[in-house]
């Protein structure tokens, strides 16, 4: 288990446990294999659809929260 509370290092941690590479995960996506790199290297954000996406290929459920900022 990774202590590793990063979102890249999320998704590294369920790409692994889902027993796929970077380039089959992309593939699922239809994106490359660089950007998955760039997603779990923290040097680029996924958009909301590729967060979808990312859900469905590793067979998880994405959860949205939203809350309110405190006031200063």
Sequence with gaps: MT???SFGGLLKQLRVQACLSQQQLADQLGT????IARLEAGSARPSFVTLEKLAEALGEDLLVRVSGRESA
Excluded: N
């Design 3 to 5: 202590t590793d509370s």
């Design 32 to 35: 490359t294999q660089s950007a």
